[in-house]
């Protein structure tokens, strides 16, 4: 499966492409940021996002999308903006119809380190290692993204089966 | 000018529109929500969210648009939701490049019934005052919804107008 990882942020959101299935070796498919100036006014900046982001659907067509769950115990600063350009991937995601996960960071970590509290180096460095890359991605955002989807390769496939399994099973239900 | 306000919401996405300038009568367009149903999947409630933002902005056609401006201290367990509502509301209207105002609750409360600190009955008793209304829109999102568009009438009309001036005389500098 080909799965897309977006480390959601207004000023650099990452993107990052792998391709794989769970005991298997990892390939990279592509990997690099989406970026919005910070004097651009809010509007702006999420056209800019969802403009990049319908541009890596376009070129990547992965089958499913990972975006980083976004708490409100981030940096107060800028989670807001982090929460929307999350919120857009997210959207992008689903008008596609594409399955859509969200993973925590320490989620992440775990699945890449075997720590949830393992550093951004760390991360980058099992993100190169996995992939067998030259060299660690950057910024740390893209490395992020790829790290996502690498994530969702090993734990995301299930949930979103079974999650799709549940679906069907389900009574319809959902209302506007 | 007309406005459309938007106070910002998973659940209930309060939309409100007022035609009117500062210092004349102001006159109720269109008062309602949009809902999304809390079992339904995050991607889905946001193309919902979309897609009804997108049939008020069809319909109403305003000439700018003022949303909520939403706080990292405000309830966190629906907080990133209601930023992510936000964030969709604020890039509906830029992708038709209408001018976008962010107004905070103060803002608002102050704007319309002259304290910062006014409760929710006050703002409803005010805003069915200010448009001589039979009776408080209902639920409390789309009273919410006027009382934006109203604040803006009166206060963000001004602001739009200065941050075009200084659009205009500024420098090209948009980078992405």
Same mark, same amino acid.
């Given at each position: 499966?080909?799965?897309?990882?977006?480390?959601?942020?207004?000023?650099?959101?990452?993107?990052?492409?792998?391709?794989?299935?769970?005991?298997?070796?990892?390939?990279?498919?592509?990997?690099?940021?989406?970026?919005?100036?910070?004097?651009?006014?809010?509007?702006?900046?999420?056209?800019?996002?969802?403009?990049?982001?319908?541009?890596?659907?376009?070129?990547?067509?992965?089958?499913?999308?990972?975006?980083?769950?976004?708490? $409100?115990?981030?940096?107060?600063?800028?989670?807001? =903006?982090? &929460? @929307?350009?999350?919120?857009? !991937?997210? /959207?992008?995601? #689903?008008?596609?119809?594409?399955?859509?996960?969200?993973?925590?960071?320490?989620?992440?970590?775990?699945?890449?380190?075997?720590?949830?509290?393992?550093?951004?180096?760390?991360?980058?460095?099992?993100?190169?290692?996995?992939?067998?890359?030259?060299?660690?991605?950057?910024?740390?955002?893209?490395?992020?993204?790829? $790290?996502?989807?690498?994530?969702?390769?090993?734990? =995301?496939? &299930? @949930?979103?089966?079974?999650? !799709?399994? /549940?679906?069907? #099973?389900?009574?319809?239900?959902?209302?506007?």
């Amino acid at each position: 499966m080909r799965v897309l990882g977006v480390d959601p942020g207004l000023t650099r959101c990452g993107l990052g492409a792998v391709e794989g299935r769970p005991g298997a070796p990892l390939g990279l498919i592509a990997v690099g940021v989406v970026r919005t100036g910070s004097d651009q006014e809010l509007g702006a900046r999420l056209v800019g996002i969802e403009a990049g982001i319908e541009q890596w659907l376009d070129d990547v067509r992965p089958d499913a999308v990972a975006v980083e769950r976004v708490f $409100a115990q981030h940096n107060v600063r800028t989670v807001m =903006g982090t &929460a @929307q350009a999350a919120g857009i !991937a997210v /959207l992008c995601a #689903a008008r596609r119809g594409l399955p859509v996960a969200l993973h925590t960071p320490s989620e992440v970590k775990a699945a890449i380190t075997g720590s949830g509290t393992a550093d951004k180096k760390q991360i980058g460095a099992m993100v190169t290692r996995l992939l067998r890359l030259a060299e660690m991605p950057k910024p740390a955002d893209a490395a992020d993204a790829l $790290a996502l989807a690498i994530c969702h390769v090993w734990r =995301g496939g &299930a @949930q979103s089966r079974l999650a !799709a399994a /549940l679906a069907r #099973a389900a009574p319809k239900n959902a209302r506007r």
